[in-house]
């Protein structure tokens, strides 16, 4: 089946098979392999992307359900050859370690951030409860979101005159 | 503990970890993410029964479908004598089954296909006929008389018993319990758990049929011991033998052994001609790979009605599934488990263990935890705790009572070990400090009097880490000895390859900073090399809290052997005597004259550029390190929690860890593991099960059934250190990275059962769902009623 979709701000034009899942479309059929893949079941959250801008686990999809969508993957989160404030706070922050469930983590908590410029560590535990990680304890995730939110906040505000 | 510059940062920085940058760029390098030209894909049949005769295989319809390259049975690998490999405890294992099934979920044939979904698919064509058998799923059943004799196919091997064990003294521990004015009992089941890493185990055989090269990319803590047990099985010539462990995403133990599929996708690609991938999904990672645990264990300490303890003996039925294929030193069948008596002065002690076949999984790994040194804490820590509540004492004040004191180190424990250095009591103050103990056993009473029911657990644990001097540590003959190699290019900038392979660990900017500390290059300009066969030294690999004590030692002496030759061709440089040079990192001055001085970089410019006449050029060395002695990490982890007895479901609400790891490298990194490990240890205290039915069928195939700790659940933690180094380790490390997964579990259910005091609760076995919780106290109350 013939798709059009948009990834990373690049529209793309592809033959995919109807059972294909989304998360191996991006990574076998785009060669995105930032998205990763942890269980098969929906339960661990590595294959996160943002379906027009909201965290869906890309195994929960059909390739070709993405159709006329807009896709972000990790490799599109820098701007300008520029990390991102979230990438930049998950290695601030000492947010990962083996980087498995990193890029999911990062989507979703970039997502909140769009939501909530502020979040509370409770915000944060339950943004990104669908999201299993087994290195950090979630703990300096949880401080990356919100330095990353800090930074936001901080960039958003006009520079004085 | 920074003993060098900002600017250098080696040692006690806080380095921001070099790996970052491609991980937070989506540009980690997994196995899944490789593709090899020509790469055809593999799927696994596995069996539905636990234990059956294995009748026929007829893969024509597997073989018939699009795409399909070649289907591979067991006869098929018998014919090539590759249907049974070796394990890592010197058993045997069916790579593919030719006689019968012996798990749930076990390998009995795989397809090749140019497709991973077209090699699905016709997986599920293939067509087995079983016959059922008699299913062992427990030590006790597997030991009973007419159990079903899983190993039949081993000569000899009349019953289902592995191996007997016994370490310490039995005549003196009988005596201190016939001394004995109380005797505390305590019998309980270390579940079986499963280490389940993000990523699963997989790997890409690339094997040249023309040459004999066979490259195999792979998802292993252990490449070189890898390399060397494919040259047994396979009968490869060694040096035609290349593992690649790429980024791994988490290990945990779990890819330290060799696994079924490895052999499979290596025999195909040499039958092919063809790289062939193949990838766990995570069902076959949770029933067929690497478990952890599924230990009984009964304790029994012997005690003065003074709290003094006297003895302590255990015996223990070790689950071992159907092929013995533990990850340990060949000499201690239980691994380090005669660890078991802790951070106590017990003078006498005697461990009696039994191993036994039954048809579960194998690969007996050990969880985040150095060789069952997570069981021997746990079991320890819940009987001081138990005595404490039998004696009328406080459990801060028997243990107290009972630590080895600070100034009897090194110590020789009643089982042989020699501990290197510990200050147990000055862990547990500032340990009970921290969450305020004597304030919240106050408020303890008063909630009890409102009938709410708060718990307070410690537990002080004893690590042994670091395996080991060669004397005593092997792993199928090969001893667990560790290398680096360190060279420093003329632009001053260094290369170190490390035998050691990081599964997120931080390796690359830990052992940077050893040489930094040593040599003054600083970390950015060290590239660490990890993980390639072809391209490292020998050593046994990343678990088991080894690396650190063995690589990150080999790392220093391989600095200061490097020292040596350029203290020499500063000397050269600055036009002096040798003994006149001084180096202060990362500068070479001369004594008297410090405004006479050179650069490491300058050194390191001159070694290729400006040596002196009958000087081997160059600027590098190499070093196998042999550990004089073990490493023995510490800490006290103290726990409070609300437990609401109307449900059981029971929240932490304070959890503080105080760790002593020896001297930290990078404190970040640290407190990482220790974060980390405190989560595993949480999920194994509160969920984490792998259980299977009596038809041996596997309850926890996937994450909804075995259950992780998400953030929802997960405490909040409060890090403490107190810093006692090693004396026998170059810079006085310890090792750490599994101190929080052996030490927090006894904490979280010491905890659980002080709130249940009331009801006279003495045991819950892990994990403590609330269902058990509510239970244990129904029984309990229904006892007293």
Known sequence: MQITVTVNGSEHTLDVEPRELLVHMIREDLRLTGTHIGCDTSGCGACTVLVDGQPVKSCTMFGVQADGRSITTVEGMMTDGALSPIQAAFKEEHGLQCGYCTPGMMLVGSALIE??????????????????????????????????????RDAAVPASA | MAQTTDEIRGIGHSVKRKEDDRFIRGRGNYIDDMQLPGMLHMAILRSPYAHATLNSVDTSAAAAVPGVIAVVTGELMAQHNLAWMPTMSGDTEAVLVTDKVRFQGQEVAAVIATDPYIARDAVDLIQVDYDPLGVVVDPQSAAADGAPVIRDEKEGQTDNHIYHWESGDKDATDKAFTDAELVVKLDTFYPRSHPSPLETCGCIADVDPATGQATIYMTSQAPHAIRTVFALVAGLPEENIRIVSPDIGGGFGNKVPVYPGYVVATAASLLLGHPVKWIEDRSENLISTGFARDFHMHGEMALKRDGTMLGLRTSLQADEGAFHADAQPSKFKVGLFHIVTGSYELPSAHVVADGYYTNKAPGGVAYRCSFRVTEASYLIERLVQNAAY???????????????????????????????SGNYEGAMNKALEMIGYDQLRREQEEMRAQGKYWGIGLASFTEVVGAGPHKDYDILGLKMNDGAELRIHPTGKAILKISAKTQGQGHETTFAQIVAEEIGIQPEDIKVQHGDTDNTPYGLGTYASRSTPTVGAATAMVSRRVLEKARKIAAHLLEVDEDDVEFTRPNFTVKGAPEKAVTIQDVAFAAYTNFPDGMES???????????????????????VEVDIETGVWKVQRMVAVDDCGVRINPMIVEGQIHGGLTEGYGIAAMEQITFDENGNCIGANFTDYLLPTSWETPMFELGETVTPSPHHPIGAKGVGESATVGSPAAYVNAVIDALQPFGVTNIDMPLTSAKVWQAIQDAQAATA
């Open chain 1, 115 to 152: 939501q909530n410029d502020d979040p509370s560590d409770e915000d944060v535990r339950w943004a990104i409860s669908g999201n299993v990680c087994r290195c950090t304890g979630y703990m300096n995730i949880v401080k990356a979101i919100q330095a990353a939110a800090a930074a936001t």
């Open chain 2, 390 to 420: 039998e004696l009328g004492m406080d459990p801060a004040d028997l243990r107290k009572k009972n630590f080895i004191p600070e100034d009897a180190f090194p110590y020789e424990s009643a089982t042989g070990f020699i501990y290197d």
């Open chain 2, 618 to 640: 160059g600027l590098e060395g190499s070093y196998y390190y042999d550990p004089p002695n073990l490493t023995f990490p510490f800490g006290t982890y103290a726990v409070a």
